[in-house]
């Protein structure tokens, strides 16, 4: 199956740097898109998800394991490296990033995340979020206690409950996605789903070509105000002749 892949990061109106890394990869045998959001002082941030995303990517991409145990494997060294390098840069320390990431091999899709980043699918039936936020405020909704209408203003929406880098391990969750020729998987940092809602993010991507759909994702997110980095990848499954069918 052929899978057509493009990416874009910006760093807002707002921020003074970004701290969003995001990479695509395509071969005829997998396809493989990352997306981090980092965080802490100085530049911090920027050096924890660059070096998320370089070692997950390379886990992932030269592993001769069975994918699922490569996704494992590639969130522990991402962690590591990490994690390690905070400590042995006091200016570092206590950094960590966020992370979603998709492989896709044959038909099926293997999807991580870990913090608030978050891995939509974009398909005939509409727009559906796969990943479940790693929040204070995803607890809050899960228990009742807001609603999800509620948690798109919460005043503590971006206290996020897991990260990666800032302990010695950490546990993401993974899902199996059956691919459907045609659909179209969405990373994103929440830079912008905060701005954008997931109708608002579906209509975008639908509104043309695809190859134009991260860029359309960006300037509407830019028009919102942008208060954070936008970092958002795009994958499209096309059918057995590589024909995209969800345009």
Same mark, same amino acid.
């Given at each position: ?13 707002? *921020? ?8 695509? =990869? ?91 980043? *978050? ?8 727009? *559906? ?86 860029? =359309? ?6 028009? =919102? ?23």
């Amino acid at each position: 199956m052929q899978i057509r892949a493009w990416n874009i990061s910006d760093v807002g109106c707002v *921020r003074r740097q970004n701290e969003d890394a995001c990479c695509v =990869r395509t071969t005829p045998e997998l396809a493989l898109g990352i997306v981090c959001d980092g965080m802490g002082g100085a530049n911090a941030g920027e050096v924890a998800s660059r070096l998320a995303v370089e070692a997950f990517a390379r886990v992932v991409e030269d592993g001769a394991e069975p994918p699922e145990e490569r996704m494992r494997l590639g969130l522990e060294q991402a962690n590591r490296e990490v994690y390690c390098y905070g400590w042995e840069h006091p200016e570092c320390r206590g950094m960590g990033t966020t992370l979603a990431a998709a492989l896709v091999l044959g038909e099926t899709a293997y999807l991580l995340n870990v913090g608030d980043s *978050r891995i939509y699918c974009l398909g005939a039936q509409g727009i *559906r979020q796969i990943s479940r936020d790693h929040s204070l405020v995803e607890e809050l909704v899960q228990a009742g206690q807001i609603t999800r209408e509620q948690a798109r203003t919460h005043p503590r929406k971006n206290i996020i409950t897991r990260a990666l880098g800032t302990e010695r391990h950490v546990v993401g969750d993974l899902f199996l996605h059956r691919v459907v020729p045609g659909e179209v998987l969405l990373l994103c940092s929440d830079g912008l789903c905060n701005e954008l809602t997931d109708s608002e993010m579906l209509g975008l991507v639908q509104k043309g070509p695809l190859e134009g759909g991260c860029q =359309r994702l960006l300037e509407a997110a830019l028009l =919102r105000g942008a208060h954070d980095n936008v970092t958002a990848v795009l994958m499209q499954l096309g059918d057995a002749d590589g024909n995209p069918a969800f345009e």
